[in-house]
């Protein structure tokens, strides 16, 4: 029983770093009018309460307090996510354990993730593994913030460390700002309720949606590789349709595979590497004469198939790598097809017709 509800959640990502970020890339292109202040005003309030949110059916009263211990015992601790395990900890640490009931504890796993436990399971669970789960600093909040604030201020008395610890320091400060800022859910300035209600779930929910749903131009602000260039599943069925729809061989094997394959291995999304294909090469039909010849590099790295007919694991490696590489220096705004073209393809249009197919792939694949 144990092991089985365990594992579903530490599967159940509540938040991580990583969309930290892609919130704040989108409140600074959506509340770009706003002052920097007040977006990270927004971007704690965002984050504060997609935390509170997975305290389903527990006492509102005791959400602050919870929020604050699974913060400081998951980014404060260096770590890159928090997942409903984290909140399980929390919930049944010491700290809390006369403050939540065994009841109210089953009823929010029933909650969160629709896993029926007994009382009489959860306190056999609980009897033999609970443990004092709670953070420092949830028990002497002051004493925390004053160990954090020693380790910026001491930072400059550490033996030869006389080279980096302006940088240190200054990333220490920035750090506990933004834990204090977290922690607190201080807001430099109220914002009008009125045009970002964010204490809503449906808010939450709507900022999360919309981020998903963010436009290419927006997502190309930002320099370097593109979120929607980066590797992501897709349905391969729908894939194939497409390309047999096309009498393409690359939906036969090993073409198909080492291309998905490549793509995985440096991170970029499959459909590039496929949209590329349909520019260079017409996505290889059975019917041309040197099908199979052209299959082994239908992305004509190294000039053209004819030039370098290798086998297709090799030039699917090279195509991404090579768009990877050559994304890495995107800078903000750039259309990134447009920009990897440069060294591409000595066709100054040939961004515009990958664009096209990749464009036509996505919306395939997402039916």
Not at 71 to 93: A, E, G, H, P, Q
Not at 249 to 255: G, Q, S, V
Not at 335 to 361: C, H, M, R, T
Request: glycine share 2%; net charge positive; aromatic share 10%.
């Amino acid at each position: 029983m144990a092991n089985d509800f365990e594992k579903i959640l530490k599967d159940k990502k509540v938040i991580n770093k990583e969309d930290v970020l892609k919130l704040k890339n989108y409140i600074k292109i959506k509340f770009k009018n706003f002052s920097s202040k007040d977006q990270a005003s927004i971007l704690s309030s965002t984050i504060n309460d997609i935390i509170i949110n997975s305290l389903k059916d527990i006492k509102n009263d005791l959400k602050n307090q919870l929020r604050i211990a699974i913060l400081k015992n998951t980014f404060l601790d260096n770590k890159d996510i928090i997942c409903l395990y984290d909140v399980f900890l929390v919930i049944t640490s010491e700290e809390f354990k006369d403050k939540i009931s065994v009841d109210n504890i089953c009823k929010w796993l029933q909650a969160s993730i629709d896993v029926h436990i007994t009382e009489t399971e959860l306190k056999t669970y609980l009897g033999f593994d609970k443990k004092d789960n709670t953070c420092e600093a949830i028990v002497h909040p002051v004493l925390a913030e004053e160990k954090v604030i020693g380790e910026v201020t001491n930072v400059n008395s550490v033996p030869g460390n006389k080279g980096v610890n302006k940088s240190n320091k200054l990333y220490r400060i920035i750090a506990l700002c933004t834990l204090i800022f977290l922690v607190t859910g201080y807001s430099y300035k109220k914002i009008d309720n009125n045009m970002v209600n964010l204490n809503k779930n449906t808010e939450i929910i709507k900022l999360k949606s919309d981020l998903k749903e963010m436009s290419f131009e927006e997502q190309n602000t930002f320099p370097g590789i593109p979120k929607y260039f980066e590797y992501k599943d897709i349905s391969t069925e729908n894939l194939k349709n497409f390309l047999n729809s096309k009498n393409s061989i690359l939906a036969d094997e090993p073409y198909f595979s080492a291309i998905l394959k490549s793509s995985k291995d440096f991170n970029l999304n499959p459909l590039i590497l496929f949209a590329i294909t349909g520019q260079e090469q017409h996505f290889v039909p059975k019917s041309e004469k040197d099908a199979k010849k052209i299959a082994n590099n239908p992305f004509n790295v190294f000039h053209s198939w004819q030039e370098y007919n290798t086998n297709i694991k090799d030039s699917s490696t090279i195509a991404a790598r090579t768009v990877v590489n050559l994304c890495k220096d995107r800078p903000p705004k750039e259309d990134p097809f447009k920009w990897i073209n440069q060294k591409y393809s000595g066709d100054k249009n040939w961004w515009k017709g990958v664009k096209a197919i990749y464009e036509e792939l996505n919306a395939i694949v997402k039916e």
